[in-house]
């Protein structure tokens, strides 16, 4: 992680975590129910 967040310009790894954490939660904001983000999930490839 610190390599990663030192290449693209973070302050650091926890500045970098943030990022990548918020922008894979937008791909949810628009889910209306617990099975849709699930479904989500999934075919992000973060459930099997």
Do not use: N, T, W
């Amino acid at each position: 992680m610190k390599r990663c967040s030192d290449a693209a310009g973070y302050s650091g790894p926890q500045e970098f975590v943030e990022h990548v954490l918020e922008k894979e939660l937008a791909k949810l904001e628009d889910a209306q129910s617990d099975e849709e983000i699930v479904s989500k999930l999934k075919g992000l490839g973060y459930l099997e």
